[in-house]
């Protein structure tokens, strides 16, 4: 399985952003996915989940009520749609599945990464 992450960039405070994740080499419904970042001299951490069919959704606190998930299985495809981005947002922000119905926010859940995109949020 391959995870490719794209879509970070350079985004003032306060704007938008959205990242892609496109998964090939397996069926992409078949499994759950996270997105997780790492900041420079950190531990990565759970950003957001979702569950391989869409319907559940699971998000870390910081980013509760400004990030949203979304999976398109037709399109091998996950989203990270990120609004109201704060200077804390900035890090390279990781794609990963886990064969699972859905998983958590625990890294060792996760099979396979993608190699990371990073954002960085200038104020």
């Known amino acids: 399985v391959q995870l490719q992450a794209s879509g970070g960039g350079l985004v003032q405070t306060g704007g938008s952003l959205r990242l892609s994740c496109v998964v090939s080499g397996r069926t992409f419904s078949g499994y759950a996915m996270g997105w997780f970042r790492q900041a420079p001299g950190k531990e990565r951490d759970f950003v957001a989940g979702?569950?391989?069919?869409?319907?559940?959704?699971n998000f870390a606190d910081s980013v509760k009520g400004r990030f949203t998930i979304s999976r398109d299985n037709a399109k091998n495809t996950g989203y990270l749609q990120m609004n109201r981005l704060k200077s804390e947002d900035t890090a390279v922000y990781y794609c990963?599945?886990?064969?699972?119905?859905?998983?958590?926010?625990?890294?060792?859940?996760?099979?396979?990464w993608g190699q990371g995109t990073q954002v960085t949020v200038s104020s």
């Open positions: 990963a599945v886990a064969p699972a119905t859905l998983a958590g926010p625990r890294t060792y859940e996760y099979e396979y």
């Open positions: 979702i569950s391989w069919s869409g319907g559940t959704v």
